[in-house]
């Protein structure tokens, strides 16, 4: 059965750097977009940086410079490197799994992990 788990969370302060791990078991890279999301208390669920299978990357505005998405198709995972951290970017932290459309893009993501918690103090 397909699984998705996050770990690397932790509590650092600002400028601090963090690198969140998936391990993607049953996806495969060369069939699923992936990505990571993030959601703070009382937010709503956010997409960070989502890859297709053609290896392109896109992330939002607020960690581009910041946040490198990267996975390693012998070990299945999925990794967000996170530096120059901020208060803002509190939240849990997920990894999700989309098929993919090829040319046409990816499908819903979903899959979800259980998170990993991502705590910057000021």
């Known amino acids: 059965q397909a699984q998705l788990v996050e770990s690397g969370g932790g509590s650092v302060q600002a400028g601090g750097s963090l690198r969140l791990s998936c391990a993607a078991s049953?996806?495969?890279?060369?069939?699923?977009?992936m990505g990571w999301f993030r959601q703070a208390p009382g937010k709503e669920r956010e997409g960070v940086a989502t890859?297709?299978?053609?290896?392109?990357?896109n992330y939002i505005d607020s960690v581009k410079g910041r946040f490198t998405l990267s996975q390693d198709n012998l070990q299945n995972t999925l990794y967000l490197q996170m530096v120059s951290l901020k208060p803002e970017d509190t939240a849990m932290y997920y990894c999700?799994?989309?098929?993919?459309?090829?040319?046409?893009?990816?499908?819903?993501?979903?899959?979800w992990g259980q998170g990993t918690q991502v705590t910057v103090s000021s």
């Open positions: 890859i297709n299978i053609y290896g392109a990357r």
């Open positions: 999700a799994a989309a098929p993919s459309r090829g040319v046409g893009g990816c499908d819903t993501f979903g899959g």
């Open positions: 049953g996806y495969t890279f060369s069939r699923y977009c």
